[in-house]
């Protein structure tokens, strides 16, 4: 649960709902989860029904709450003027899943790497070289080649958590074919190709 | 600004990369890496390219850490539903979640699919199969299908907002429940083929 609560939080509160709701939401993803109606077995695939059930949780939890103040039907049209729908964040959920196997591909390096690299792109502002070297209690000089090590080595942890998933046969073209699908979904989106 | 070495083997260095890619590389190094990305060099091109889409990941994830009440309320209900777990072994009385369109897994092209959310529960043998249509914003549809034995001797109570709706289904099974108050609905099916609890739902 803790390698996965952050991706969960993260699609809830795109919906930004009152703090009771996200509990609910959050509740009722992992109670899903643990009625194992999912066959998951990797991370990726794991990923992908998470961000897709709190988006749809989320999104229900957040058409009741816009509901509720104007629950009232003995008023003329109330429910008329009430919004259909709320559209899905969509494509933001692929970027959230993204930065979620990212996360669980650090989990994966050794202590001393994780904890480098998180100070160094996730803390905000990013720890200077001058303060991670005090907390780490080593000379300055090392802190970058550690870090080209550490990142090395995430790169690597990535690859292998893609290619365990069968996104890619080998491991470099991970990256390069979700970029491709990217741009041809974005493509997508913005319909056919005006004639010039 | 980074002075690490270019390369290593004829290709680019870790640390020349990252520093590249992460605008920590001095004027020369970052001379020496464009110079060689303008070779035909695949493997160091991918290598950046990786570089910066994992770097750009990283730096657009902002998500602050899971408050500790969310969690712990996520964690009860695991406590919770244990015992339940058990009971419903026992009495067997319980359906049984089969579908649930709410937490199925679909597609990405099907994520966006609207106002009707569709069920699917065993009941022993049997199974009972419904859709929640979104009537108004208080209000929702039931229509479904039992599927039992003789059909028509059953009926399907649904308990909402402390009102009590029932439908019997037809000779097929098929079955509608109109104006269902929206929220929390318990359903029971009673009938020969036993009386059975679905579980709480949220429509």
Known sequence: MRRYERLVYAVARTYRLPDADLGDVFQEVFAALYRGLPALRDPRALCRWLSSTSDRIARAAARRARAAPTASLDEPGVADRLPADLPSIGSDLETLEEQAMVRIALASLPERCRLLLGALYYEDPPASYAALARRFGVPIGSLGPTRARCFEALRRAYQVLSADAGISASGSPTFQTRERARERRARAAAGPAQPT | ?203
Do not use: N
């Open chain 2, 1 to 203: 600004m980074s002075r690490s070495k270019p390369l290593d083997s004829g290709h680019l260095a870790a640390a020349a990369a990252l520093d590249y890619v992460d605008g920590h590389a001095a004027a020369d190094l970052r001379r020496a890496v464009e110079e060689h990305l303008a070779l035909p060099c695949p493997a160091c091109r991918e290598r950046v390219r990786e570089l910066g889409w994992l770097l750009e990941r990283m730096a657009r994830d902002r998500v602050p850490e899971v408050p500790a009440a969310l969690r712990a309320r996520a964690l009860a209900v695991f406590d919770a539903r244990e015992p339940r777990k058990a009971i419903a072994r026992a009495v067997a009385a319980l359906a049984r979640p089969l579908f649930d369109s709410l937490t199925q897994p679909l597609p990405a092209p099907a994520r966006a699919v609207g106002e009707v959310r569709r069920l699917a529960f065993g009941l022993g043998d049997h199974r009972i199969e419904f859709e929640a249509e979104i009537e108004t914003a208080t209000t929702r549809t039931l229509r479904g299908r039992l599927e039992v034995p003789d059909p028509a001797l059953h009926r399907i109570e649904v308990t909402a907002m402390r009102e009590r709706l029932v439908a019997v289904p037809d000779a097929r099974g098929w079955f509608s429940l109109e104006r269902v108050p929206a929220g929390r609905v318990r359903i029971a099916v009673r009938g020969p083929a036993g009386p059975y609890r679905l579980p709480l739902l949220d429509l």
